[in-house]
């Protein structure tokens, strides 16, 4: 890194509904692509019935399938759960053989002031592993996410991939309203194929950082979201996730 | 109550700080009040170094001070923790004769699709008896709020009195990042006293409802804030407050 970069803070997110409204099953209704596009250019999120992962890149959002294809979203396509910025770095710096702990432990130690923020993280470049996953749409609509979604996922293993890996990393308090700590979405350079990040080693790359001190949280308006059970449930979050 | 009045929700909530930060002690740094002013005209707050308590009635701050009196809050008052909302009612409702749990039960009662919702919650009447706390300003600036708060606050006890109640409701899986449940402040009709409401006895008056889906939560640009503790104490704030 450069150690003469200031550490300064930028944008705000933008977060429609709660993780724990999500992982209870309120994946019926959502906030359609072209209105999230107004608050954000980069990010993550899911579908309805949570059918796949979404990875918000460059302005361009992706549906990430169960079936391992992609297709670029369509503007009408509604998202029950979806963390946005306008990503504006404030902090790169090239990082090679790391660890998915010792790239988290590097963020850390490069934002030493931002442990109560918000980071918007990118990563551009080789993967020697990257394990993702892909979330199976519900069979049955609105049942709680948090209890099949390790059953029904598929788990993708790819080594010496070329990628993008998009993401936040969320202070420990807001747990259950976001995902806390580090939340990683994944989409190969060719754009064939990706997914919600389990595990990876990095090989080599520049990693991005952006400090965000502003959090906007918009809750659904539907009925289902009214009935939503919303105790947090870390260790299910924890695994979930 | 009005049963044909429509539960509409409307504008949104801005919160600065989070609660935990400030009961963490970190009272020093703040939002400019007239910086505040344009996110809301109506909520509830503090001052630097938890000197009194902050209530903002249509578009008018307060400090209520630990002496008992009341000053209108200079545009350059400094406000480590906020919550404020441009105040617009959906529902608006006589109540008489109310203990403080029957009150919040009638409102959620009023309210029943609304749970999971922030609500914006103003009372104007007569209370057969109101008992608020005023904290008193820290004599260690910085230092943790929450072990000293009820230690150190005056509480004032009074009958008969005619006033307004202003204060949010916030759903329990955001305690520590606002106070969970009920969090109100009570300034009397003449404007010689308030503070933070911990009892009262609703003889009558009307009770204003706005359900709030959106929350906006800014953190402070402040060294302090980077060293919070903000692990959740939820017996802390619920005795705090």
Redesign the interface.
Same mark, same amino acid.
């Given at each position: 890194m450069s150690d003469s970069q200031p550490l300064e803070?930028s944008s705000?997110i933008y977060q429609y509904s709660?993780i724990?409204?999500f992982m209870d099953g309120q994946t019926l209704h959502g906030i359609p692509l072209k209105d999230l596009g107004k608050h954000g250019d980069f990010g993550l999120g899911s579908f309805q019935l949570a059918d796949g992962e979404m990875i918000l890149v460059d302005g361009t959002a992706y549906r990430m399938s169960y079936d391992g294809s992609i297709t670029v979203a369509e503007p009408s396509t509604c998202l029950p759960y979806a963390m946005v910025t306008f990503y504006t770095p404030t902090v790169t710096v090239a990082v090679a053989g790391m660890l998915k702990p010792n790239f988290q432990k590097h963020i850390e130690d490069i934002t030493p002031?931002?442990?109560?923020?918000f980071l918007a993280i990118r990563f551009d470049g080789v993967f020697k592993k990257m394990r993702f996953r892909i979330a199976k749409g519900q069979d049955v609509p609105g049942a709680n996410v948090m209890k099949t979604i390790t059953k029904t996922q598929r788990v993708i293993d790819m080594e010496d991939v070329e990628g993008t890996m998009i993401g936040f990393r969320s202070?420990?308090?807001?747990q259950?309203?976001t995902v806390a700590g580090y939340h990683l979405h994944f989409i190969k350079k060719d754009r064939t194929t990706g997914g919600h990040c389990l595990d990876f080693e990095i090989q080599k790359g520049i990693t991005g950082i952006s400090i965000i001190?502003?959090? %906007?949280?918009?809750?659904? %308006?539907s %009925?289902d979201?009214?009935e939503?059970d919303?105790?947090?449930d870390n260790e299910g979050i924890v695994k979930a996730e």
């Open positions: 803070t705000r709660i724990s409204a002031t931002a442990k109560n923020y202070p420990g308090c807001y259950g309203i001190r502003q959090i %906007d949280i918009e809750l659904p %308006d %009925d979201f009214c939503a919303l105790t947090l």
